[in-house]
């Protein structure tokens, strides 16, 4: 007998999104599941450092306050929870639900899953945390936990590991947990899936797009899914937005896991009815020998000022006050081991207002060194308050100096990682890696479409115009993911935007290694630039320090665009 669909609901994209989701998705519509994410590479380094402070945190406090409010209505509604909320010290935060749940007077199972905290075994890290799959999460649920929370596993493990346990798959069911991947992965962040952050916003009303619903997925057990949100709720889901989030944060067609790697290559989207995307075709392939670990270490210290630039000669102004501040850093003890400067002209001429007649010049220096960044600064930029360029204000005052994290990714053989499965009455289950493993390799490059027939007329428009885009970071690279909407975009769009021209429209990254990954399925694009992000997010590299509008930076850049296609 086939298993019934599994519906799961995701109320938690990063650790901060929106408190009332949980109770939203409750009290919405039908769920035999709820799923959390509360992890990203800077939340690890967050919790680390409160775990410093206090070796009894490590997790996410702000699901025990959902639940605090929210437990009794997953009781009495059947739905389990599942929530990687742990972050640093699942055990932990697994009592901790106990000790609510007691208080409260609710009968629930509380189970966690360990083995990523590989912490001890490299040296110089804050947090050292190997990405597991979903099926420790998978056997805490077969022996009846109703809820569930993880350290760091991979963010579609919150969907695999439900699917596994729910229809009974085994590790080696390829194509099904590839598609609960893809499942998982647009689920992941939220309300990026159902209109939020979407690149084609302006065509729905502000008030359908005000308090997007979150997510769900109707998950099949082939592994296909619909893609839905609760009816009534704010939002859209179309192809664009299933798109748009399938293509965040990823790279090649091949997108590895602990469990699978799913061929991103296969997957197809069709439009299933109002706010309804099946997801199909997804093929699966094994996972590579190897674990991602994620490290998070303390780089150093941090420190900035914006000066504001008003009105005229604003690039003498900046040229003036930089100079001024350079040869004080060079007359202190010790100059900041990294200095970089960036001026924003975001002044107009003839502004009606003095903010729009204003610049903003941006200094960030960084040092292993605390006072090096902060006395030396501080005193050397308010010295200059009466003896600058006129006008001279800036927007805060530079502070003592605040410590900043570096991340990096490395790998393990999967073996070296003891999965276990804690269970509600205490009994631990270790969860052995699959038997088969592939090394990942690129796909060969697939075909391209017939390019548009030459000599169109063009018109020198945004490329905004023709394509969506989505942007995120992993670790110091970033990504950007394009797609078209037609036939005929998709066929221009993937003959004009090589990797060359993405340089010429991004100056930024013209020294650096871009890669371009070609999905014809979905009439997709999906650049990779290494390092524009310097030791990622926790770094703070660059004005935009997740790259979460590289994507939108792109698409407002102008090129020849068919008239044909605007």
Same mark, same amino acid.
């Given at each position: 007998?086939? +298993? ?33 994410? @509360? ?19 490590? @997790?996410?406090?702000?699901? =025990? !306050?959902?639940?605090?409010? &929210? ?47 590989? $912490?001890?075994?490299?040296?110089? $890290?804050?947090?050292? #945390? ?7 999460? +998978?056997? &805490? ?16 493990? *919150? ?6 346990? #729910? ?6 069911? @390829? ?13 992941? &962040? ?19 797009? !005000? ?133 924003? !002209? $975001? ?9 729009? +007649?204003?610049?903003? =010049? ?19 930029? %308010? ?33 070296? %990682?003891?999965?276990?499965?804690? =269970? ?70 993937? #003959? ?9 429209? *991004? ?22 630039? +290494? ?23 792109? !698409? ?11």
């Amino acid at each position: 007998m086939t +298993a019934a669909p599994l519906r799961i609901g995701n109320a938690s994209g990063f650790y901060g999104d929106r408190f009332d989701a949980m109770r939203e998705m409750l009290t919405g519509g039908e769920l035999d599941v709820l799923t959390g994410d @509360y992890l990203a590479e800077l939340t690890m380094l967050i919790l680390g450092r409160d775990r410093l402070k206090d070796p009894a945190a490590g @997790y996410a406090r702000t699901f =025990l !306050r959902q639940l605090e409010e &929210c437990l009794g209505l997953a009781h009495e509604r059947g739905v389990r929870i599942v929530a990687n909320a742990g972050g640093l010290n699942p055990a932990g935060l697994a009592d901790a639900v106990r000790e609510l749940a007691a208080r409260l007077g609710i009968p629930v199972r509380v189970a966690h899953v360990e083995g990523d905290d590989l $912490t001890a075994a490299h040296a110089g $890290t804050l947090a050292a #945390h190997a990405y597991l799959g979903g099926f420790g999460i +998978a056997a &805490c649920l077969r022996e009846g936990a109703d809820v569930v929370v993880t350290g760091r596993v991979t963010d579609a493990a *919150l969907v695999t590991g439900p699917a596994a346990a #729910h229809f009974g798959w085994g590790p080696g069911e @390829y194509d099904r947990l590839a598609g609960a991947v893809v499942a998982g992965h647009v689920l992941e &962040c939220g309300a990026q899936a159902t209109g939020g952050n979407y690149a084609f916003f302006h065509e729905s009303t502000p008030a359908a797009l !005000r308090h997007p619903g979150f997510p769900l997925a109707e998950l099949h057990a082939d592994g296909s899914a619909v893609i839905t949100k609760h009816p009534g709720t704010g939002g859209l889901v179309d192809i664009g937005t299933a798109t748009a989030q399938l293509l965040y944060e990823t790279g090649g067609a091949r997108y590895a896991g602990p469990d699978v790697t799913a061929r991103l290559d296969t997957v197809s989207l069709t439009q299933d009815g109002p706010d309804r995307v099946r997801v199909h075709g997804v093929r699966g392939e094994a996972p590579p020998p190897t674990l991602k670990v994620g490290l998070n270490r303390l780089g150093g210290f941090r420190n900035e000022v914006t000066f504001v630039l008003t009105g005229l000669e604003i690039e003498r102004k900046a040229a003036l006050v930089r100079d001024q501040l350079e040869t004080a850093l060079a007359a202190a003890k010790s100059r900041p081991a990294q200095v970089d400067w960036e001026l924003a !002209r $975001t002044d107009h001429p003839d502004a009606r207002t003095e903010e729009t +007649a204003s610049a903003l =010049l941006r200094l960030v220096v960084r040092d292993p060194d605390q006072a090096t960044v902060g006395r030396a600064l501080s005193g050397a930029a %308010v010295e200059l308050a009466l003896a600058s360029y006129p006008g001279f204000h800036v927007l805060a005052p530079p502070g003592k100096g605040a410590p900043y994290g570096v991340f990096e990714a490395a790998h393990v053989a999967r073996d070296t %990682v003891r999965h276990v499965a804690v =269970l509600h009455d205490g009994r631990r289950l270790p969860v052995p890696p699959g038997d088969d493993t592939l090394p990942l390799r690129p796909v060969d490059e697939p075909a391209l479409p017939e390019p548009l027939p030459p000599g169109l007329p063009t018109r020198r428009a945004p490329l905004g115009l023709v394509a969506g885009a989505r942007s995120g970071d992993k670790g110091g690279d970033a990504n950007i993911g394009l797609w078209a909407r037609t036939d005929e975009a998709w066929r221009w769009l993937a #003959h004009t935007l090589t990797t060359d021209r993405l340089r010429a429209l *991004l100056p930024e990254t013209a020294d650096l290694p871009v890669t371009r990954h070609t999905l014809p399925n979905l009439r997709a694009l999906n650049f990779e630039i +290494a390092g524009i992000l310097g030791e990622g997010v926790a770094s703070q590299a660059r004005f935009d320090p997740q790259a979460k509008a590289l994507g939108e930076w792109l !698409r407002s850049r102008h090129l020849d665009i068919p008239e044909a296609l605007l």
